[in-house]
């Protein structure tokens, strides 16, 4: 098993804005122990900036493809990202 920290960066489309979309992926990102950020962006999407883990990565991943209860996702896009740290907390930074 590799626990190398590997960086991604997940663009989540659907209803995710205005359903405490982010708040509720920082918590989780923050029980899951990742590093990293989550904020609005201006087209509609919620864009999620992530360190850890493989398998920190494939819980968040199953959480985001759900989200909170009034969320609709429809699509996330994954991009693997070149890991620079030091990131150490999980933030909510401002819309893009």
């Not at 920290?5 to 992926?25: D, E, H, M, N, P």
């Not at 201006?42 to 900036?49: F, I, T, Y």
């Not at 996330?76 to 890991?83: H, Q």
């Amino acid at each position: 098993m590799n626990d190398a920290l590997k960086c991604r960066r997940y663009f989540i489309s659907g209803r995710v804005q205005g359903v405490f979309y982010r708040a509720s992926a920082q918590r989780y990102a923050t029980e899951l122990a990742l590093a990293g950020w989550v904020r609005n962006r201006h087209d509609g999407r919620v864009e999620v900036l992530a360190i850890g883990t493989e398998a920190q990565h494939r819980a968040l991943k199953n959480w985001l493809e759900i989200g909170p209860t009034y969320a609709k996702v429809s699509n996330i896009e994954v991009i693997d990202e070149t890991f620079e740290p030091p990131v150490t907390a999980f933030e909510v930074r401002p819309t893009l």
